[in-house]
């Protein structure tokens, strides 16, 4: 407080107070050199909640003057040990006079990619202090947004995807809590068909949302955002470091991922992403949904050769809407299971308009593609070994061109789809013969006993990882408000001998109309 008052004598003195008065109160946090004995995190708290209060307060144009001796603020801020005073400096270089949202056309004039301040913004997407930065939670979006919609404006998405993975892993290398810049992140990466550069991001699992504080219970601790035992719960309504997320904002994440992972081939994490899509609960089966279940046949089939069932959480009237919306789709899995080659092909020529209506003709030819890799797959479970000529014969469009037979075949092996091996014959014009290996332990596919221990090693990580995520969400259900409202009446209820038909004594684990999406997301996809 001592440090606003001097600040505002000195602002009646002058109509800005100079650099040189402002600067010194800048740089004194964090204080330098280290204290010996770190400083509490409520102290902590308590000097950067003042730091806040000051660069609030302080006008913009006293953030872009010149310093004494000449340069700029930017240049003597270190966006590693200053992240607050640089990331507002930042902000007020774009804004210029206006201290709230700008205009388009000013925005990219004041911020090119060619522009120093572009070079200056990735500085601070690199290296901002993950713990300063849980202080500036609007200002952090406000960039990211900014970031966004210059890439857009100079048709370049693509200059925008490492900054803002940057800032999303800066900001929880767990990436285990699902925030609007993911969602933002992940469109972008569609955009710029940067598929190979999102996986950093995709592939830490979500299993988190930010918390509403206005809906947490009295007993629920509060931690200061500066506290390192916060880990993802300083991602809260609080904070501000998320934007506030609908159903459709969960929703569309998980179709971004899965798209972005069918682009790289991924189909098995593209798959699961596809499940959490489809079986997420609801009043009502969103569009969005309904294009997921389109993309999960298809990527099922290019994955397991088959139709899949519907996972067993899926609700009985999502489950009658896909199979009443999504005919086309099922008829193909059908098809393909059936092992017929030339109606398979007719049933896509038929089908061709829903195809490219839906944006999924593409998948669809792979997975006329993969019905021949299927059907030499599955010759393995009748025969231990074929010519290449029966090979030929039984998949192949040209049923006596064996030698393209067995180009196909050693490329199924080379790429680890066919666990085989070929013996070629000392007569050349002998066909090749097929063998399939017997069992996962041979063949070219067998896994050497160190493998299959750092696979289990790496299996085991992950399920304590999944246990503490899913105690710590656990805990923090059972502190929320309705939770406790819940259990409660379920408690008098269960005193009584009956529940009195109160829908809420199930638990307060069922989402209700909050997860229904009417509008149709996937237009812009």
Not at 190 to 198: I, K, Q, S
Not at 294 to 320: C, D, E, I
Request: proline share 6%.
């Amino acid at each position: 407080m001592k440090l606003l008052a001097s600040l505002r004598r000195a602002s009646a003195a002058q109509k800005t107070p100079p650099m040189d008065d402002l600067l010194p109160h800048l740089l004194a946090f964090p204080p330098l050199p280290a204290p010996s004995t770190p400083l509490s995190d409520a102290e902590y708290d308590k000097q950067i909640q003042s730091l806040v209060q000051l660069l609030e307060q302080t006008p913009t144009i006293n953030l872009t003057k010149g310093v004494s001796g000449g340069g700029d603020l930017l240049d003597i801020l270190n966006p590693s040990i200053n992240t607050l005073p640089y990331l507002h400096t930042i902000l007020a270089h774009i804004r210029g006079k206006e201290r709230g949202v700008l205009a388009y056309p000013a925005l990219c004039k004041a911020f090119p990619p060619s522009g120093s301040l572009w070079a200056k913004m990735l500085e601070f997407m690199e290296h901002f202090d993950p713990i300063q930065i849980r202080y500036a939670g609007p200002e952090l979006r406000c960039l990211i947004e900014y970031v966004a919609i210059v890439a857009r404006a100079f048709k370049n998405p693509l200059i925008a995807v490492a900054p803002i993975r940057s800032a999303i892993l800066r900001l929880d290398p767990s990436g285990s809590c699902l925030t609007s810049t993911h969602i933002l992140f992940a469109k972008l990466c569609l955009e710029a068909h940067a598929f190979v550069d999102a996986l950093p991001v995709l592939d830490k699992d979500i299993y988190h949302v930010p918390q509403d504080m206005d809906k947490a219970s009295f007993n629920t601790p509060q931690r200061l955002l500066c506290s390192h035992g916060a880990r993802f719960s300083f991602i809260n309504s609080s904070s501000a470091l998320s934007d506030q997320l609908t159903s459709q904002s969960y929703l569309l994440y998980f179709v971004y991922g899965a798209m972005l992972y069918m682009a790289t081939k991924n189909w098995e994490r593209g798959l699961r992403l596809l499940e959490i899509v489809i079986m997420s609960p609801g009043s009502a089966t969103s569009k969005i949904q309904v294009e997921a279940y389109k993309k999960w046949v298809l990527v099922g089939l290019l994955l397991h050769g088959g139709p899949l069932t519907l996972p067993g959480t899926t609700s009985f009237q999502a489950t009658r809407n896909y199979k009443a919306l999504c005919k086309a789709y099922d008829n193909i899995a059908d098809v393909f299971k059936l092992g017929n080659v030339d109606r398979l092909r007719a049933e896509f020529e038929a089908g061709q308009r829903i195809w490219q209506g839906d944006g999924n003709t593409g998948l669809l030819l792979q997975v006329l593609d993969a019905f021949r890799r299927f059907a030499i797959v599955k010759l393995g479970n009748t025969f231990a070994a074929l010519t290449m000529a029966d090979v030929a014969l039984r998949t192949s469009p040209g049923p006596k061109d064996w030698v393209e037979t067995e180009n196909y075949v050693t490329s199924l092996i080379n790429s680890g789809h066919l666990n085989a091996t070929v013996t070629r014959s000392q007569d050349l014009a002998k066909p090749s013969i097929l063998r399939f290996a017997a069992s996962s332990t041979e063949g070219p596919q067998a896994r050497s006993e160190q493998k299959q221990l750092d696979d289990l090693a790496t299996q085991a990580e992950r399920i304590q990882n999944l246990d503490y995520h899913v105690k710590e969400a656990g805990m923090r259900m059972a502190l929320t408000k309705e939770y406790i409202d819940s259990a409660r009446k379920s408690q008098k209820s269960k005193d009584s001998g009956s529940n009195g038909g109160d829908p809420n004594s199930l638990g307060p684990m069922t989402m209700g109309d909050e997860f229904a999406v009417d509008e149709d997301m996937m237009a812009g996809l």
